[in-house]
């Protein structure tokens, strides 16, 4: 067994505990629509009957070539599914609705400025424009099947018209969130290896039109700096015709899309036959290590997974307009804005703004103008509409009958405004736990099935399994009130399959900590390693507590805090770094930066301006710390290691416990004196 990675201030230590709410019945109306209303499902995906079960998924899709075995083991724990089947994700979640569908809208994209009209790009355009974007990643910038291309596109129709084209074609695609900077962008380029870089001239942002190629320019730099070199740079236009940054083009490296495509009109792509298990993309992640990782997603079980539960979970019907208000910068967008929710025919919206502007009302006239009736949202945005405009939703004539929670534990009262509020008493609530590596949802409630249960994400989902371990590897059982480590018994189509590159990192990360034998291939001796903490309630109802690992989970966005404390350690006065997690009102948790200088350097706000850019800089403002603590010494064990668990306990004010064993203790009330002021 891996020796145990000590943590000592995790989200899970600093979280709060609620209560055990009532149950909440989903409306008669609700279920009379249902997709799914058989309770028998659970026993056909109980685990007698894995991995067969997951054909039920499987056959949500057109399939080229049906599969021969549904689950291979044989290199445990990168499991292969489907094998033997050939599909493509562009086919199917384009070309397969044309007969039925062509006329309707596939993607409603919401401009940020409200003068500016919203874009129905219906089946048949979607059609034509990824065939065409197809055409060009082809012809024009050279890419081909198993080639990965890194995309840093906001929030506009053109991310998933580039996703599919690149799907089309087999390309891998590693879509790069927009607020990213061009440093953590160029990190990506490197770590995948692409030689373009698909990305936008601006974008609007809480009212600003922002010169988004700029970070393009830098990437690029970055990028040649670590070795890789970026050929070609694909810049689409927010208004087309009309180049809207002040970054000048680069002679013979950028190229503007809405220029090339002329060339590509009319043109129709083959879609390549894909095997199942080859991948679809990279999503790059937070861990416990300061580089991200790339998630690598497969094709045929990924969309299996994110279709089927896109069905059953999000209860989407073709006739539904259904909107999922996270960035496609996340795995939430590509999971549940794009692929799953197309590939069942769905009308998804995309849009490009912040939630609040120009007013907190904004989301509701969405809604209210679309007749959005499925609703997607994380906890952070819940909280910041609560706030900023409790009473804005009775204002618009509009009703959701489905909602989701995804991203953070939900505090039962939040979810009871959502309820109450945002759903008019009449929406049935999903708060789903899952991960960029799971693909899909791994609990949460089955909408017309299982009653709510307000602060809970609900049970296992049909297919997983989830079972509960101690530090020593004790089954926790549920109902004991006692928490522990979550984990998932078995494989599922929607997880990921490695990380790109780095299959070591992979095993030792997710598997290595539970595993049974490290030399078997068969999957009951990988459970797999979530890095959340949990309790299970006797029905089997989990509540996620939050991270045991270094990631902290910002407004829903995972931040890594080695990630943040490299990145202090940049700016040439800084000593050491040591980020910890700080309860907030809104975002959740947020980062709170402690940093002690070099000998001879003083304390100074310049200092503390220096590493709040050099952050900034480096991931982006998502990771801006609260505070910039410079503190004289950091507290420490006699053995020289930071004790960040006392640093958390400052920041959270809460006792910081017995401290006389560290080789300095003095320090503390110090740094206490400081932060007061
Ligand atoms: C947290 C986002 C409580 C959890 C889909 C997980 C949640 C991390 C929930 C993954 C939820 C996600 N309730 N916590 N419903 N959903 N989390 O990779 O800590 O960005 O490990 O994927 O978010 O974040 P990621």
Same mark, same amino acid.
């Given at each position: 067994?891996?020796?145990?990675?000590?943590?000592?201030?995790?989200?899970?230590?600093?979280?709060?505990?609620?209560?055990?709410?009532?149950?909440?019945?989903?409306?008669?109306?609700?279920?009379?629509?249902?997709?799914m209303?058989?309770?028998?499902?659970?026993d056909?995906?109980?685990?007698?009957?894995?991995?067969?079960?997951?054909?039920?998924?499987?056959?949500?899709?057109?399939?080229?070539?049906?599969?021969?075995?549904?689950?291979?083991?044989?290199?445990?724990?990168?499991?292969?599914?489907?094998?033997?089947?050939?599909?493509?994700?562009?086919?199917?979640?384009?070309?397969r609705?044309?007969?039925?569908?062509?006329?309707?809208?596939?993607?409603?994209?919401?401009?940020?400025?409200?003068?500016?009209?919203?874009?129905?790009?219906?089946?048949?355009?979607?059609?034509?424009?990824?065939?065409?974007?197809a055409?060009?990643?082809?012809?024009?910038?050279?890419?081909?099947?198993?080639?990965?291309?890194?995309?840093?596109?906001?929030?506009?129709?053109?991310?998933?018209?580039t996703?599919?084209?690149?799907?089309?074609?087999?390309?891998?695609?590693?879509?790069?969130?927009?607020?990213f900077?061009?440093?953590?962008?160029?990190?990506?380029?490197?770590?995948?290896?692409?030689?373009?870089?698909?990305?936008?001239?601006?974008?609007?942002?809480?009212g600003?039109?922002?010169?988004?190629?700029?970070?393009?320019?830098?990437a690029?730099?970055?990028?040649?700096?670590?070795?890789?070199?970026?050929?070609?740079?694909?810049?689409?236009?927010?208004?087309?015709?009309?180049?809207?940054?002040?970054?000048?083009?680069?002679?013979?490296?950028?190229?503007?899309?809405?220029?090339?495509?002329?060339?590509?009109?009319?043109?129709?792509?083959?879609?390549?036959?894909?095997?199942?298990?080859?991948?679809?993309?990279?999503?790059?992640t937070?861990?416990?290590?300061?580089?991200?990782?790339?998630?690598?997603h497969?094709?045929?079980?990924?969309?299996?997974?994110?279709?089927?539960t896109?069905?059953?979970?999000?209860?989407?019907?073709?006739?539904?307009?259904?909107?999922?208000?996270?960035?496609?910068?996340?795995?939430?967008?590509?999971?549940?804005?794009?692929?799953?929710?197309?590939?069942?025919?769905?009308?998804?919206?995309?849009?490009?703004g912040?939630?609040?502007?120009?007013?907190?009302?904004?989301?509701?006239?969405?809604?209210?103008?679309?007749?959005?009736?499925?609703?997607?949202?994380?906890?952070?945005?819940?909280?910041?509409?609560?706030?900023?405009?409790?009473?804005?939703?009775?204002k618009?004539?509009?009703?959701?009958?489905?909602?989701?929670?995804?991203?953070?534990?939900?505090?039962?009262?939040?979810?009871?405004? +959502? @309820? &109450?509020?945002?759903? %008019?008493?009449?929406?049935?609530?999903?708060?789903?736990? =899952?991960?960029?590596? #799971? /693909?899909?949802?791994?609990?949460?409630?089955?909408?017309?099935?299982s009653?709510?249960?307000?602060?809970?994400?609900?049970?296992?989902?049909?297919?997983?399994?989830?079972?509960?371990?101690?530090?020593?590897?004790?089954?926790?059982?549920?109902?004991?009130?006692?928490?522990?480590?979550?984990?998932?018994?078995?494989?599922?189509?929607?997880?990921?399959?490695?990380?790109?590159?780095?299959?070591?990192?992979?095993?030792?990360? +997710? @598997? &290595?900590?539970?595993? %049974?034998?490290?030399?078997?291939?068969?999957?009951?001796? =990988?459970?797999?390693? #979530? /890095?959340?903490?949990?309790?299970?309630?006797?029905?089997g109802?989990?509540?996620?507590?939050?991270r045991?690992?270094?990631?902290?989970?910002?407004?829903?966005?995972?931040?890594?805090t080695?990630?943040?404390?490299?990145?202090?350690?940049?700016?040439?006065?800084?000593?050491?770094?040591?980020?910890?997690?700080?309860?907030?009102?809104?975002?959740?948790?947020?980062?709170?930066?402690?940093?002690?200088?070099?000998p001879?350097?003083?304390?100074?706000?310049?200092?503390?301006?220096?590493?709040?850019?050099?952050?900034?800089?480096?991931?982006?403002?998502?990771?801006?710390?609260?505070?910039?603590?410079?503190?004289?010494?950091?507290?420490?064990?006699?053995?020289?290691?930071?004790?960040?668990?006392?640093?958390?306990?400052?920041?959270?004010?809460?006792?910081?416990?017995?401290?006389?064993?560290?080789?300095?203790?003095?320090?503390?009330?110090?740094?206490?004196?400081?932060?007061?002021?």
């Amino acid at each position: 067994m891996a020796e145990k990675e000590v943590v000592e201030t995790s989200e899970a230590q600093i979280a709060v505990h609620w209560q055990e709410e009532e149950y909440i019945y989903p409306p008669a109306e609700f279920i009379a629509q249902a997709n799914m209303t058989d309770k028998t499902i659970f026993d056909r995906f109980s685990l007698d009957n894995f991995p067969n079960c997951f054909k039920e998924y499987a056959d949500l899709l057109t399939w080229y070539e049906y599969w021969h075995t549904t689950l291979d083991t044989s290199d445990a724990p990168c499991w292969k599914w489907f094998v033997g089947g050939k599909i493509n994700a562009s086919y199917n979640c384009v070309d397969r609705h044309l007969k039925e569908y062509k006329n309707k809208t596939a993607i409603h994209f919401v401009p940020e400025p409200e003068d500016e009209k919203v874009e129905h790009i219906t089946y048949q355009e979607l059609y034509v424009r990824v065939n065409e974007m197809a055409a060009l990643l082809r012809d024009f910038a050279g890419l081909k099947r198993g080639d990965r291309v890194t995309l840093h596109l906001p929030m506009t129709a053109e991310l998933p018209i580039t996703m599919l084209a690149c799907a089309r074609l087999g390309v891998i695609h590693s879509q790069v969130f927009g607020g990213f900077s061009g440093k953590a962008c160029a990190d990506r380029i490197v770590d995948s290896g692409s030689n373009v870089l698909v990305t936008i001239d601006s974008y609007y942002r809480g009212g600003t039109l922002l010169d988004h190629k700029e970070k393009a320019d830098e990437a690029v730099a970055a990028a040649a700096q670590d070795g890789q070199k970026v050929d070609k740079v694909l810049i689409w236009q927010r208004y087309p015709g009309k180049y809207s940054a002040k970054t000048p083009l680069v002679e013979g490296r950028d190229f503007i899309v809405n220029d090339l495509l002329k060339d590509y009109y009319g043109a129709r792509v083959e879609p390549e036959k894909m095997d199942a298990a080859e991948p679809l993309f990279l999503m790059y992640t937070s861990g416990t290590t300061g580089k991200p990782k790339g998630c690598q997603h497969s094709t045929g079980g990924y969309l299996a997974y994110t279709a089927g539960t896109s069905k059953y979970v999000q209860d989407i019907h073709p006739t539904d307009v259904y909107w999922c208000m996270a960035d496609i910068g996340w795995i939430t967008g590509h999971s549940y804005i794009v692929y799953g929710p197309l590939a069942i025919a769905a009308s998804s919206v995309v849009y490009e703004g912040i939630p609040n502007y120009p007013d907190p009302g904004r989301p509701w006239r969405i809604a209210q103008d679309l007749d959005v009736n499925i609703f997607h949202t994380a906890p952070t945005a819940i909280r910041a509409l609560r706030k900023i405009g409790p009473d804005e939703p009775k204002k618009y004539n509009y009703q959701f009958k489905h909602m989701t929670t995804v991203g953070e534990p939900i505090e039962p009262e939040v979810w009871k405004w +959502y @309820y &109450e509020v945002v759903g %008019k008493g009449k929406a049935v609530i999903v708060d789903t736990w =899952w991960q960029t590596e #799971t /693909g899909g949802f791994l609990c949460s409630t089955l909408p017309a099935i299982s009653p709510m249960k307000p602060g809970s994400a609900g049970p296992g989902m049909p297919g997983i399994h989830p079972i509960v371990y101690d530090d020593e590897g004790n089954v926790v059982e549920p109902g004991t009130g006692k928490a522990g480590n979550i984990c998932i018994q078995n494989p599922w189509p929607g997880a990921f399959q490695t990380i790109w590159g780095d299959r070591d990192r992979y095993v030792r990360q +997710y @598997y &290595e900590r539970y595993c %049974k034998n490290p030399d078997s291939k068969d999957w009951r001796d =990988w459970p797999y390693l #979530t /890095g959340d903490a949990a309790v299970v309630a006797a029905d089997g109802y989990v509540r996620i507590l939050g991270r045991i690992d270094d990631v902290i989970n910002v407004s829903g966005h995972r931040l890594g805090t080695k990630e943040i404390e490299s990145a202090a350690l940049l700016v040439e006065e800084v000593a050491e770094a040591a980020v910890v997690p700080v309860a907030h009102e809104i975002k959740g948790k947020e980062p709170d930066l402690y940093v002690s200088l070099k000998p001879g350097y003083e304390a100074s706000e310049e200092i503390q301006k220096k590493v709040m850019d050099s952050i900034i800089n480096e991931i982006g403002k998502i990771a801006k710390p609260r505070n910039v603590w410079i503190v004289a010494d950091m507290p420490k064990t006699r053995s020289g290691k930071i004790m960040r668990r006392v640093l958390a306990a400052l920041s959270n004010k809460q006792p910081e416990g017995d401290v006389t064993t560290l080789a300095n203790p003095e320090i503390v009330e110090q740094i206490k004196q400081m932060m007061q002021g």
